[in-house]
């Protein structure tokens, strides 16, 4: 399975990114399917996941941030508005299926004036 994240980038404070993955290779079934980032000197955090149809998200990020998926691409949109300098971070794709849980490569998204 392969991760191929797109659409980062630099954005002012309050702007709008969209962010998409796609999977590719011997996929199933898909358990989970979603993103995380990582800014500088800090842990990995989830962003937002679709969980068997649900979607969860950080509590920084909602009501700016909208998660889709497109089932049939298996492609996962991550709507980023009203961005902040702190959603600076390298945004990463994640999917889960079974036992299995594969990162995609990293995009970076910069908020900054």
């Known amino acids: 399975v392969q991760l191929q994240a797109s659409g980062g980038g630099l954005v002012q404070p309050g702007g709008s990114l969209r962010l998409s993955c796609a999977a590719s290779g011997s996929i199933f079934s898909i358990d989970a399917m979603g993103w995380y980032r990582q800014a500088p000197g800090k842990q990995r955090e989830s962003v937002a996941v679709i969980v068997r149809g649900s979607t969860n998200y950080a509590d920084s990020v909602k009501g700016r941030f909208t998660i889709s998926r497109d089932n049939a691409k298996n492609t996962v949109y991550l709507r980023m508005n009203s961005l902040k300098p702190e959603d600076t971070a390298v945004y990463y794709c994640?999917?889960?299926?079974?036992?299995?849980?594969?990162w995609g490569q990293g995009t970076l998204v910069t908020v900054s004036s």
């Open positions: 994640n999917l889960r299926t079974g036992p299995y849980a594969y």
